[in-house]
């Protein structure tokens, strides 16, 4: 899987509206998600634990598999920096049209 292209702002808000929920996003390789979590709509940081790739890489080459950024990646989690929090995914909509939107995400 090549690295993919940012999502854009308008495209996030027509997939939160459209509750398309999670969904995650960021370029070159997803480090982003807008999720519902703890009863709240979040934009979080998917952060990768250096331990649980280690293991995920080693396992994937010792059974004569690759293991390339994208598989990395897939193992973020939505526990790092809360950069939006809403209590409906109508206020989120409202924060992220306010926020200025990062080139790569």
Same mark, same amino acid.
């Given at each position: 899987m090549a690295p993919v #292209? =940012? $999502? @854009?702002k308008n495209h996030a808000l027509a997939l939160l509206r459209a509750? *398309? $929920?999670p !969904?995650? !996003?960021g370029s070159p390789h =997803? !480090?982003?998600a807008i999720l519902e979590q703890? @009863?709240?709509f979040r934009v979080r940081e998917l952060v990768v634990d250096p331990a649980e790739a280690s293991a995920a890489a *080693? #396992? #994937?080459m010792a059974a004569g598999g690759a293991w390339m950024p994208e598989h990395h990646y897939d193992l973020g989690k939505p526990t790092g920096r809360v950069f939006l929090e809403a209590p409906t995914r109508e206020v989120l909509a409202e924060k992220i049209e306010a926020y200025p939107? =990062?080139?790569d995400w």
């Open positions: #292209a =940012p $999502l @854009g509750g *398309k $929920l !969904f995650s !996003f =997803p !480090f982003v703890d @009863g709240v *080693k #396992a #994937a939107w =990062p080139r």
